[in-house]
């Protein structure tokens, strides 16, 4: 069967190689509908700023996987309605994962489930306040013009408690049962 490239899309967010889909015959990945948003996020930088809200705790020199690509891991595996960490045992070897992680299609394996499960699992308070705050900032830098009174009361209590309870709600949706 030959499948001809009616289509093509390319991505600049792997550094100087550009990412190139099109349609193939073999089934590489059933997850390239993440590349466009990896692209957005690239010109956004909200998952880097995600990884500096969290900071890594990790003895440096224990580390065998870079914080940003569990970062990328972790988000983009909930974003792709994958919530539980055993998914990425498989999803560790997936070509457009490891793209998403900056990683090129034939690297070794990204981190597995219990790295990631520990990487969720140190998650905690301040974090999570850290990411509150890059997410407030992220919307007010949204705005073409400067932010008026109604932007600014996003950092009023009510505010505060939505973000905790969002948050929340996300790490609880996205561990296993």
């Known amino acids: 069967m030959i499948i ?21 015959a073999g089934q590489l990945s059933s ?3 993440l590349l466009p948003i990896r692209q957005f996020d690239e010109q956004i ?9 969290l900071g890594d705790r990790r003895r440096q020199r224990s ?31 997936d070509p457009v994962f490891k793209l998403i992680a900056g990683c090129a299609p034939d690297s070794p394996d990204l981190a597995s489930q219990p790295t990631l499960s520990r990487f969720e699992n140190a998650i905690d308070i301040a974090s999570l306040n850290r990411l509150r705050d890059v997410l407030i900032d992220q919307f007010i830098a ?36």
């Open 142 to 177: 949204s705005f073409d013009g400067p932010a008026d009174v109604r932007h600014r009361s996003l950092r009023r209590p009510h505010a505060v408690l939505f973000a905790k309870t969002f948050w929340t709600s996300l790490r609880e949706f996205s561990s296993p049962d």
């Open 31 to 33: 997850d390239a509908g």
């Open 45 to 53: 930088g909200l998952t880097e700023q995600f990884a500096q809200a």
């Open 63 to 93: 580390v065998d996987h870079p914080f940003l690509q569990m970062v990328w891991m972790w988000i983009y595996g909930v974003l792709a309605d994958y919530p539980d960490q055993n998914d990425h045992d498989v999803l560790r070897s």
């Open 4 to 24: 001809h490239s009616v289509w093509q899309k390319s991505f600049d967010f792997f550094g100087s190689k550009p990412v190139v889909v099109e349609p193939s």
